[in-house]
């Protein structure tokens, strides 16, 4: 990384890791943005820019012979430039991402790289500044291959050295209740599965006959109860889909009802797959697909719930709330809840680690910070995107 100090000393250019493109290397696309500044320029990115490309080769070797300075239309400037000596022209682009890109005519693997890995960089406050070599054709136009971007960041020297914060916003999106719930049933589905486990396997239950204890009694106490604690847990989250304060985790935002989340639903899987290139819609809350695998697991946590507790009114098929349950047992058959009871748990077994690669993937490809949002309650959302609910 390299720094360029205005003569005012209070703006500070910072040029980030080049990202080339099209088998160049980062030193030859340093250069080529360098070689793209206009002639006698004092700004402080070009003039970042040529002290950095001038250490990694002599710019006096190049001489600029025209300059189309930067089109706000176009979003971008040409330079046209030839090396000492030789009469061979080649035309430099610089300018935004999208405008560069759009000029170069990338296909959606290059847009979608290059749009990622500027994403990575504007999270630390760097803004890509793209560049293209373009060739006169004989037939006339240009030819324009895209080289690259480099990240700039702006920071301002005070009494001691600040960043300048990035574009970004806090969004509040899941209360502490919520956090807690979230953390409480993860623990309580990982006791009812392993205790469900050695419970099914009756192995604890021969351990016990050998050495006379009550090890089997113990993991159904321990699994009942923890069945209880998921039951209230269950009910507390049901009254936050209508009664939460933050709209991100009403029940609307939950359940894919409105129109324009079904429509984006195929999208999202498609992102979600790696099977499209282009950006997909972003939400602040739950995206559709996230939608309807939670309205799908929550179905299958209440099934659990049912299943569990008919099975468990079976030791007290008198009592005013079990009679009914009971009527459970005796209309599916006892065998066949106790199938449906157990099928549930390797549901949720299996969803598991779907959901972390999920999360893990929204925060590593997206950048949109789904797993640290679980944890403080929050998101860094980005100035500009346009989000489905915001």
Same mark, same amino acid.
């Given at each position: 990384?390299?720094?360029?100090?205005?003569?005012?000393?209070?703006?500070?250019?910072?040029?980030?890791?080049?990202?080339?493109?099209?088998?160049?290397?980062?030193?030859?696309?340093?250069?080529?943005?360098?070689?793209?500044?206009?002639?006698?320029?004092?700004?402080?990115?070009?003039?970042?820019?040529?002290?950095?490309?001038?250490?990694?080769?002599?710019?006096?070797?190049?001489?600029?012979?025209?300059?189309?300075?930067?089109?706000?239309?176009?979003?971008?400037?040409?330079?046209?430039?030839?090396?000492?000596?030789?009469?061979?022209?080649?035309?430099?682009?610089?300018?935004?991402?999208?405008?560069?890109?759009?000029?170069?005519?990338?296909?959606?693997?290059?847009?979608?790289?290059?749009?990622?890995?500027?994403?990575?960089?504007?999270?630390?406050?760097?803004?890509?500044?793209?560049?293209?070599?373009?060739?006169?054709?004989?037939?006339?136009?240009?030819?324009?291959?895209?080289?690259?971007?480099?990240?700039?960041?702006?920071?301002?020297?005070?009494?001691?050295?600040?960043?300048?914060?990035?574009?970004?916003?806090?969004?509040?999106?899941?209360?502490?209740?919520?956090?807690? %719930?979230?953390?409480?049933?993860?623990?309580?589905?990982?006791?009812?599965?392993?205790?469900?486990?050695?419970?099914?396997?009756?192995?604890?239950?021969?351990?016990?006959?050998?050495?006379?204890?009550?090890?089997?009694?113990?993991?159904?106490?321990?699994?009942?109860?923890?069945?209880?604690?998921?039951?209230?847990?269950?009910?507390?989250?049901?009254?936050?889909?209508?009664?939460?304060?933050?709209?991100?985790?009403?029940?609307?935002?939950?359940?894919?009802?409105?129109?324009?989340?079904?429509?984006?639903?195929?999208?999202?899987?498609?992102?979600?797959?790696?099977?499209?290139?282009?950006?997909?819609?972003?939400?602040?809350?739950?995206?559709?697909?996230?939608?309807?695998?939670?309205?799908?697991?929550?179905?299958?946590?209440?099934?659990?719930?049912?299943?569990?507790?008919? %099975?468990?009114?079976?030791?007290?098929?008198?009592?005013?709330?079990?009679?009914?349950?009971?009527?459970?047992?005796?209309?599916?058959?006892?065998?066949?809840?106790? %199938?449906?009871?157990?099928?549930?748990?390797?549901?949720?077994?299996?969803?598991?680690?779907?959901?972390?690669?999920?999360?893990?993937?929204?925060?590593?490809?997206?950048?949109?910070?789904?797993?640290?949002?679980?944890?403080?309650?929050?998101?860094?959302?980005?100035?500009?995107?346009?989000?489905?609910?915001?």
């Amino acid at each position: 990384m390299s720094e360029h100090e205005t003569p005012e000393g209070d703006i500070r250019i910072e040029l980030g890791d080049p990202a080339p493109f099209a088998g160049e290397k980062k030193r030859e696309l340093l250069v080529a943005a360098a070689l793209g500044a206009p002639f006698g320029t004092t700004d402080p990115a070009d003039l970042a820019l040529l002290g950095a490309a001038s250490r990694k080769e002599d710019l006096r070797h190049y001489e600029q012979t025209g300059y189309a300075p930067l089109d706000p239309g176009l979003n971008y400037s040409i330079a046209r430039v030839r090396r000492a000596g030789t009469a061979r022209e080649e035309l430099i682009a610089r300018g935004g991402l999208n405008s560069i890109l759009y000029l170069c005519r990338a296909d959606e693997s290059t847009r979608y790289r290059a749009e990622m890995e500027a994403g990575e960089r504007m999270v630390h406050g760097f803004r890509p500044l793209a560049v293209a070599h373009g060739e006169p054709l004989s037939e006339g136009g240009e030819k324009w291959t895209f080289l690259g971007f480099v990240p700039l960041r702006a920071t301002r020297e005070q009494s001691r050295r600040v960043e300048e914060p990035g574009a970004f916003r806090y969004v509040p999106v899941w209360d502490w209740q919520l956090r807690f %719930l979230h953390w409480l049933a993860v623990l309580l589905i990982a006791v009812l599965s392993v205790t469900g486990i050695l419970m099914g396997s009756g192995r604890p239950a021969y351990a016990g006959a050998r050495e006379s204890s009550f090890l089997f009694g113990y993991l159904r106490f321990i699994h009942f109860a923890a069945g209880w604690f998921l039951l209230a847990t269950a009910l507390i989250r049901i009254a936050g889909l209508f009664l939460a304060s933050n709209r991100y985790q009403r029940w609307d935002a939950l359940f894919p009802v409105k129109p324009r989340d079904l429509r984006n639903l195929l999208t999202v899987g498609q992102n979600y797959l790696f099977c499209r290139f282009d950006r997909g819609p972003h939400y602040i809350g739950h995206n559709p697909l996230q939608q309807v695998a939670y309205t799908a697991i929550y179905g299958v946590g209440m099934l659990a719930l049912l299943t569990g507790f008919a %099975l468990y009114a079976l030791y007290a098929p008198d009592h005013w709330l079990f009679r009914h349950l009971v009527r459970i047992d005796t209309l599916v058959g006892v065998q066949y809840v106790r %199938l449906a009871h157990l099928l549930t748990m390797w549901i949720f077994l299996a969803f598991i680690p779907i959901h972390v690669y999920l999360a893990i993937r929204a925060d590593t490809v997206e950048r949109e910070g789904a797993i640290s949002s679980i944890i403080s309650g929050g998101r860094w959302c980005r100035r500009g995107t346009s989000f489905e609910d915001g």
